[in-house]
């Protein structure tokens, strides 16, 4: 930055660094609760941000192993917290690797294919997107239980049955990717079908390499909403093992009992699959994948 | 090897006919140029024959076979974009055997094939980096490099020169005549470029609204272009163009009167024009002289702007009599300056003149 500055400029600059310490502060300050609740001895949601003594019991708990109580007694975690975080990845891993693979397909015929009802389908996939899942959960049950009946995989209780219904989510994943292949110039396309492509190996040899950021980010938050969904989750899943975390952490926090402190270290632990595929995918969220396509 | 027959082709999109009925021949191993202004349709024409647009009407056959419903793949030619249109994510070499790769060729002739464009166009060097790191100069000779590696019959090229700077094109230019000359293969070139069209082309064909305004070599064109748009756009600084009513007509003379009641002859045949029409004499800059003295059959006028340009001068003056400007390409010692009165010359044997209609007579030289 070579470019001469005013001197008010400075208290600008401090100004602005408040603010923004602030923000972090505001920002970074209920995780540090939920860690700090994790590590409290008993179950409390208030208390000191920094814990007079330190107790893994919670972690214990989330993690499946033995505690042993104020009392002596040794008890067992009654809740499959690792089950859970398990299902959580498994349905988040299918569901967004199926929404990246319908909506880079779905985009493709958006963005480059002309086909009659095309706008109206586009118009039509936002508009239906924009109501609330809760307002269809009913609908959702119903259709599912029905579903069981003749395909028993992807009826109550089974995974597959998040999946697919979390894949019926990506409107506005079709949306995103369409903006990102048109931003991509379609001689590149044009050249490869000269080339003796296939509209396929066009899309797949050519397109698709191009598109690699915007498919990682369209993962990304397609495995987030996975992870956290907790609606459709707690409708089409019942038995305790079948559970993903977000449904099962439910069981927590019950009228008679708030188990804040097995909650926070639970909440920890669902939050690490999403951070491990963060690290995994943000390497490909580069930019400028298309450079050199053109005259630069 | 493969010849072009264009048999009354034409192209709308939706309820907008672009082009209106071309018919053209291409002979095999011709270089072709499509010249004309943006929106003429030209790149409409090579996208229909490199079957990137469907042919709403016509025939197209490319080396006797109809391909009017052949896909791009199967007719046996090869594109370059104006924007290069190189795969990002490859390597040069990668680029270049894309093609080859997915026709699922033996490795062995990939290499082979990728080894010989690299040295024809000399990009051996460049071969395993990504476009990224590639000069303009440099993608474009890729780009050439992917479409000579498939042996086409037909080489289309969609303004290749226009994304680079002057000197790199004239460079390139050159190339492409060497290429053409190796290569000896059909080329199709659209471009806006008239310096492009006449360097480079066998034949050139000029359109103009989605028509064709005249196919011929590139001296025909510019010595007897057959119609205004023709004379207007073939030729650097454009041709001067002057109202004037035809005088009398003879077999070997045609003689007319400008606005400011100059009588000049032109060697044409304008025996076709009723006496009194109102008809265009056209001149090009380097063809009508700016004397300082008058003399017989010269136009009275003064110079507007001159150009000093080192080797020669252009001088702005205003059209005798009327309004407008014409230009003249005078020698570099020449004594008129800015604001001098000048005599303009129109020597018979360079004047061209066109009918109302825009067609020009029939010159007898």
């Known amino acids: 930055m070579a470019i ?22 505001l920002v970074i ?42 009392d002596g007694r040794v008890i067992l975690p009654d809740l499959p917290v690792l089950r859970w975080l398990w299902n959580s990845v498994k349905v988040a891993t299918l569901s967004a690797t199926t929404a990246v693979l319908l909506s880079t397909t779905a985009a493709y015929a958006f963005a480059r294919m002309k086909f009659a009802g095309k706008k109206a389908s586009l118009v039509g996939l936002m508009l239906m997107q924009m109501f609330p899942t809760i307002l269809a959960l009913i609908a959702i049950h119903s259709i599912f239980s029905r579903l069981g009946h003749t395909f028993p995989a992807f009826g109550i209780d089974s995974p597959w049955a998040l999946v697919l219904a979390y894949s019926g989510g990506i409107a506005l994943h079709i949306w995103t990717i369409k903006g990102f292949y048109e931003t991509i110039p379609s001689e590149i396309e044009e050249a490869a079908t000269v080339d003796g492509a296939t509209p396929w190996q066009a899309f797949w040899r050519v397109l698709l390499p191009m598109a690699l950021p915007i498919i990682m980010v369209i993962f990304l938050l397609a495995f987030i909403g996975a992870v956290n969904e907790y609606p459709v989750a707690s409708i089409l ?60 | 090897m493969a010849d072009l027959q264009f048999k009354a082709l034409r192209k709308s999109f939706g309820d907008i006919e672009i082009l209106h009925g071309i018919d053209l021949g291409i002979t095999d191993g011709e270089f072709v140029v499509f010249v004309g202004p943006s929106g003429c349709g030209k790149s409409t024409l090579l996208r229909c024959i490199a079957g990137l647009e469907e042919i709403t009407s016509g025939e197209l056959y490319i080396g006797g076979h109809q391909v009017n419903e052949v896909p791009p793949s199967k007719r046996g030619i090869a594109m370059v974009f104006q924007s290069y249109a190189l795969y990002p994510h490859m390597t040069v070499a990668e680029n270049m055997a894309f093609g080859l790769k997915l026709a699922g060729r033996p490795k062995q002739e990939i290499t082979e094939a990728v080894q010989r464009a690299a040295q024809i166009l000399q990009i051996e ?70 310096v ?38 073939i030729g650097s600084p454009k041709m001067n163009f ?83 400007q ?17 005599h303009l010359r129109f020597p018979a044997k360079h004047c061209h003149l066109f009918g109302p209609d825009g067609r020009a007579c029939t010159r007898l030289i």
């Open chain 1, 4 to 25: 001469v500055i005013d001197k008010s400029q400075r208290w600008r600059v401090v100004a602005a660094h408040v603010f923004l310490i602030c923000l972090c502060a």
């Open chain 1, 29 to 70: 300050f209920p995780l540090l609760m939920v860690v700090s609740i994790s590590l409290r001895p008993g179950n409390f949601a208030s208390g000191s941000l920094i814990p007079t003594t330190i107790s893994l019991e919670h972690w214990r708990f989330a993690l499946g192993l033995p505690v042993t109580n104020a």
């Open chain 1, 237 to 296: 899943l019942r038995s305790q093992d079948q559970l993903t975390m977000a449904a099962g952490m439910k069981q927590f926090l019950y009228q008679q009992k708030y188990l804040w402190g097995d909650f926070a270290a639970a909440a920890i632990l669902s939050g690490l699959p999403i951070a491990v595929v963060f690290i995994l995918v943000q390497r490909w969220m580069i930019s400028g994948l298309t450079a050199g396509a053109n005259k630069g």
């Open chain 2, 125 to 194: 060097p460049l071969l395993d980096r990504r476009p990224k790191a590639l000069s303009g100069g440099q993608r474009q000779r890729v780009a050439i490099g992917r479409a000579i590696v498939r042996k086409p019959g037909v080489f289309l090229f969609d303004e290749p020169l226009s994304n680079l700077d002057a000197g790199l094109r004239v460079q390139m230019r050159v190339e492409l005549a060497r290429l053409h000359k190796d290569l000896a293969t059909t080329m199709v070139y659209v471009t806006h470029d008239q």
């Open chain 2, 196 to 233: 492009e069209a006449m360097t480079l082309a066998d034949r050139i064909v000029v359109i103009n609204e989605g028509r064709i305004e005249q196919v011929g070599t590139p001296l025909e064109l510019y010595r007897r272009p057959s119609n205004r748009f023709v004379a207007g756009f």
């Open chain 2, 242 to 324: 002057l109202p004037c009513t035809l005088v009398a007509a003879t077999e070997a003379l045609a003689t007319v009167r400008l606005e400011d009641g100059t009588q000049v002859t032109a060697q044409v045949d304008a025996r076709g024009q009723a006496e009194g029409a109102a008809l265009t004499l056209a001149i090009r800059p380097e063809r009508l002289l700016a004397e300082t003295a008058s003399g017989e059959g010269t136009a009275r006028t003064s110079v507007i702007v001159s150009e000093h340009l080192g080797d020669t001068v252009f001088l702005y003056v205003h059209a005798p009599g009327g309004q407008g």
């Open chain 2, 326 to 342: 014409l230009t003249v390409k005078a020698l570099p010692e020449t004594p008129l300056r800015t604001g001098d009165e000048t």
